[in-house]
């Protein structure tokens, strides 16, 4: 439990990639610790997760978008204000992978490039039907500069340090930018003593 002095951000991530990899079930397993009877997402729904880092606490909107082509257009909406995305594909499905790439354009797009992100192979307790390898994971991961897991929300397998992981990087930044803001404004009053007389 976070402290009464503490500081709490609210952050928004989305879930990407294309339908059947397995996000709705990664998001029940780190928000619920439960793997939903299968039902394909219709739209849009969105589930919360806080967490702590340092002396902040951050609370998670996680949004769960349709990777179906129909609503794709929905789901893309939802990307602008994210700060971090969950983009993931299914180690079974090749195409799920190939399309990734595809994903990342949206997301950079509606986002902008400076968004974290951090990609998942899902499904890995299905090594038996595996046919994308984790050496094409790790190079698309390098490719992007991103963190890379391969998952498995059956299992729960690597769910709870990809969102750590995320949720980590998209808290350095906004520090960082709050110090960069601090530092500016020490500056500029700094030049001009009396600005704050002046407004």
Known sequence: MAGS??????????????????KTCIVSRYTENTIPSYISTVGIDFKTKT????????????????????FHTLSVSYF?????FVLVYDITNPNSFENTSLWMKDIKMKAGEEVEVVLLGNKCDMEDKREVSKERGEKLAWEHGIPFFETSA?????????FFILSEAIYAKRSSLLIDRSVVNLQE???????????
């Open 189 to 199: 009053s700094k030049k001009n003593p009396s600005c704050l007389a002046c407004r």
């Open 5 to 22: 002095g503490d500081k709490k951000l609210v952050t928004k991530l989305v879930m990407a990639g294309d339908s059947n990899v397995g």
């Open 154 to 162: 059956k299992e729960n397998i690597n769910i709870e340090n990809a």
């Open 51 to 70: 967490i702590q880092i340092d002396d902040t606490e951050l609370k998670l909107q996680i949004w769960d978008t349709a990777g179906q082509e129909r």
């Open 80 to 84: 602008r204000g994210a700060q971090g």
